[in-house]
């Protein structure tokens, strides 16, 4: 074990979880509430750390180079962990090789939403106004290649639409950049935009998911207009590579365990996700699957970094 470190005498001080996206967005709402239960079930400090920039890219950097000793996890997210990697060979983490996954925490599908002014009520209407202003329609991400920057280039091919993409540092200051009009359509969780929906800030279009989300029964599939759409986030924790495998199965139990709280799934589920758990292998093929994926949706798309 690195440093001596055991399981038995894990954890022994205060343990970090870098949240590679700003406070209060969809990744920062779940790393606090597992952190929180972390900290009551296992006696020590599970504080989230907010390393935001570069579509995710700096905070999963900076977990996958820290101590692999169990003191640095990661809010991990289907951006930075397999939409990145599909898309740059010189990623300064490898995605795979470079992190021992825990358990999966969440899966959700996006919203679609508008600024309540644009003169559309549904996707269809969307695409009409895209293709009869082509380039005109201004959309917001969370930055740059990250999974709600994907979904519209995703959509955009499916539908052959052009938009302009304005890059944000997160899910809310995107969100905010379509709440004042700056932007005029995003792809946001609902774990940070079901509340300006349903006070009437933004209106929402559609879901991400190919299918009908229980979440949003009264929304529609983006995939009703667009067949074949279909993208969704998944949320989890990982370690960097090399903590040593009891420590993992320690911290596998313990949130597998938090999460089957009622308290906790209530709230997860408030937010419009649903709870998903892994053991760290399937975690681990989810994640090169996720990649792959990626991979023909940027060759499909002809992006490039």
């Known amino acids: 074990f690195s440093g001596g470190v055991t399981a038995q005498s894990y954890p022994s001080k205060l343990v970090k979880i870098v949240s590679p996206y700003p406070p209060s967005g969809g990744v920062d709402v779940l790393a606090r509430l597992v952190g929180n239960a972390l900290s009551e079930s296992l006696g020590q400090q599970f504080i989230v750390e907010n390393r935001t920039g570069a579509s995710g890219r700096i905070g999963t950097e900076i977990a996958a180079k820290s101590a692999p000793d169990g003191y640095t996890l990661l809010m991990a997210t289907s951006g930075p962990n397999t939409i990145l990697p599909a898309l740059y060979n010189d990623l300064p983490y490898d995605a795979v090789t470079g992190f021992a996954p825990i358990t999966l925490v969440a899966s959700a599908d996006y919203m679609l939403v508008v600024y309540p002014s644009l003169p559309v009520k549904s996707v269809k209407d969307l695409i009409a106004l895209a293709k009869a202003k082509p380039n005109e329609v201004r959309y917001a991400s969370t930055g740059t290649f990250g999974a709600p920057h994907m979904a519209i280039e995703l959509m955009k091919d499916m539908a052959g639409i052009e938009m302009i993409h304005v890059p944000y540092r997160g899910g809310t200051p995107a969100l905010t950049s379509v709440l004042t009009g700056d932007t005029s359509v995003m792809f946001v969780s609902g774990l940070t935009g079901m509340a300006q929906v349903e006070a009437g800030r933004v209106r929402a279009l559609g879901t991400s998911g190919a299918k009908q989300s229980v979440h949003y029964p009264n929304l529609p599939p983006v995939a009703k207009a667009v067949p074949g759409f279909d993208v969704s986030q998944w949320y ?13 199965a320690l911290l596998n139990a313990e949130i597998v365990k938090a999460l089957k709280q009622s308290k906790i799934r209530e709230q997860i589920t408030r937010q419009r996700a ?13 994640v090169r699957a996720d990649i792959e994926k990626w991979k023909r949706v940027v060759k499909a798309a002809g992006l490039k970094p």
């Open 274 to 286: 649903d709870v998903v758990t892994s053991t760290p292998d399937a975690f681990a093929a989810l």
């Open 236 to 248: 989890g924790f990982m370690a960097p590579a090399g903590t040593p495998v009891k420590i993992v």
